[in-house]
């Protein structure tokens, strides 16, 4: 199995998921955790959270497609191995920070997301990073 498929898979799922937030409207931002306020700036029609949740997605659509360069289904990309490093090393922070701001933080852009938002989403995106991690380090003697 080529980890970094998988990774690929992970990541359009998730960028799949924030286009429907979109679509879903204040409720599906609300259900998703993402916070009252986002929430009601959807409720209020502005575009704003569209645009913030759709730009989400289209990060995490060319996360994607770099999976899929460095797994060879697709080209090779400019800059594979650092955009890879890279890549891998924001879905293992996010998860870790998650974790921490969950139970350490008081600021109030983490309180504005629910505990059960930053919980998951943390399991997600450690789950992902792991999965890069170790697609990168299969493949990183095959990359020039």
């Not at 970094?4 to 799949?16: G, Y």
């Not at 955790?33 to 569209?50: C, Q």
Request: proline share 4%; aromatic share 14%; hydrophobic share 60%.
């Amino acid at each position: 199995m080529n980890y970094l498929s998988l990774a690929a898979v992970l990541s359009f799922i998730a960028a799949f998921m924030h286009v429907l937030i979109v679509f879903g409207g204040p409720e599906w931002y609300r259900f998703f955790g993402a916070g009252e306020e986002m929430a009601a700036l959807a409720e209020a029609g502005e575009i704003r959270p569209a645009i913030i949740t759709l730009g989400i997605a289209l990060v995490l659509s060319l996360w994607g497609v770099y999976a899929l360069s460095g797994a060879s289904v697709l080209p090779t990309l400019p800059l594979l191995k650092t955009a890879l490093i890279l890549i891998t090393a924001v879905y293992l922070l996010r998860g870790i920070l998650g974790f921490l701001g969950l139970f350490f933080s008081d600021h109030p852009t983490a309180l504005q997301n629910t505990p059960m938002f930053w919980f998951w989403s943390s399991v997600i995106c450690l789950a992902i990073g792991v999965v890069h991690l170790k697609g990168v380090a299969d493949n990183w003697s095959s990359w020039s």
